[in-house]
């Protein structure tokens, strides 16, 4: 590893070490709107800094530096504040805490401004803020730039009103299809992409080791006799959407029934009363919510489908629903319902717990002060593990959820989790995808998904927490022969389709310069 560090006017001495495929990404840059693509730990803010530095030592005016939550905004100024040579006071953090009018006086003050993408459309909007001073557009966390989020706004207002724009898309994940991928680029004005993966030769020297395991358990009997009457309701429902001729035909899962209701939405919302339409559309809502209670038992267990059915009975007694109404009413979902309340005074749950047990038991052998991160998709998940893992002597959890809802955390409340994590108070967290991006979570030693995800982009997210200082370990604990298998390979295939697609959509025109001309 090289003792040569970046030298640079505006860049502190000493702060950031030389790596040649920095300076190989900087050089793309500094002459192209790009996307630079790198795993966690390998320095996507050192690219924004050191650009950060060249165009305000070049072009002067102003740098935006734009992510999607307070927390991330904050760590960024601080990075910033670390590595360049700029007074503190000219590093300004502007969010939906500091009010309108103040914004407006720090956009004229300062040099560089670290803001939430809802505030900044705003502020743009108002009039606050000048695009014609921004040099350098920074947007973190670019893979959000699609439909209605802020980040494309913002792009197309800077290309149009800066006089010398520049704008660096930072991600880990920027989508698995080609398609999603030209999406966020479009949106964002890019036309260069630099991307490097934990096997390229320039990073393999500095990319710590995670080792990936998957942890397989069997379905109890118990389990699969409430499947096979969840099975046996939701054929019965395809099988009727089939005879109408509204169901494709082979199998039927979820994103199917979605498009479908999308359609016959809209044959209703262009005025078609045919009876069929609506019947049609009530018997895919019926088909989704037993679809929903197959995958909850699969991967989650028998407290996430029994509380699921008490939501299901409560919203057929107040008749919210016409779905939820004949869904209860059938004998094969009551039936289930009953073997599910007798799974858990029997005190059988999902197998993954025991395992998961097992796992953080084992860790926390090998390393008494080890940090935990657990991802489990649901709320009603979140609590049964916290509560199992609290039964254990060494293991000291705490949940930690998204703001939405009832029992939902403050952005304050989550950061202040994450403090007693950092200070020992705990030493796993248990976390929703609220914990995926978005926050400043300390590195951990090891993460575990509860349930592998279908996304390539959450995959990626939730395996990045570890091995950023020193390596990790992550585990994926899946179910045989349920959903968890298929999104576990799905997952996979959609990452190697993205390395692979941004790879070919990398120029490969020599766009370098010599250090020297930086």
Known sequence: MSEEYFDHPMIKKGRLEKRLYQETIFHTTVKNNSLVVLPTGLGKTVSAVLLAAHRLNKKGGKILFLAPTRPLVEQHKRFFNEFLEIAEGDLKVLTGKVRPEKREKEYSKGMCFFATPQVAQNDIIAGRIDLDEVTLAIFDECHRATGDY????????????????????????????????????????????????????????????????????????????????????????????????????????????????????KKISQGENDKMVYAALSKSAEAMKI???????????????????????????????????????????????????????????????????????????????????????????????????EEMERCKPGGFIGQAGDGGMSQKEQVERLDKLEEGEYNTIVATSVGEEGLDIPAVDLVVFYEPVASEIRSIQRRGRTGRQSSGKVVVLMAKDTRDEAYYWKSKHRERRMKETLKDMKSDKDNQMGLGEF
Not at 217 to 226: G, I, S
Not at 304 to 322: D, H, M, N, V
Not at 336 to 363: C, M, N, W, Y
């Open 150 to 265: 802020p980040y494309g706004f913002i792009a197309e207002m800077y290309m149009k009103r800066a006089d010398d724009p520049r704008i660096l898309g930072i991600t880990a994940s920027p989508g698995g299809s080609e398609k999603d991928i030209k999406n966020v680029m479009d949106n964002l004005y890019i036309d260069e992409v630099e991307i490097r993966t934990e096997e390229d030769k320039d990073v393999r020297d500095y990319v710590q080791s995670v080792d990936k395991k998957w942890k397989k358990v069997d379905l109890p009997e118990e389990f699969k006799e409430v499947k096979k009457l969840l099975e046996k309701a939701y054929k019965e429902r395809i099988k009727k959407l089939k005879q109408w001729e509204y169901a494709p035909s082979g199998d039927v899962y979820r994103k199917e029934l979605l498009k479908l209701q999308g359609r016959l939405r």
């Open 291 to 389: 679809e929903h209670g197959l995958m909850l038992l699969e991967t989650q267990g028998s407290s996430s489908l029994y509380q699921y059915f008490k939501r299901l009975r409560e919203e057929a007694r107040e008749g919210k629903t016409k779905a939820a109404k004949s869904v209860m009413k059938d004998g094969r979902i009551a039936t289930a319902f009953r073997k599910t309340s007798s799974l858990l005074e029997k005190g059988i749950e999902h197998p993954k717990l025991d395992a998961l047990e097992k796992i953080v038991e084992k860790q926390l052998n090998k390393k008494k002060d080890s940090k935990i991160l657990v991802f489990s998709h649901y709320r009603d998940q979140v609590d049964k593990i916290v509560e199992t893992l």
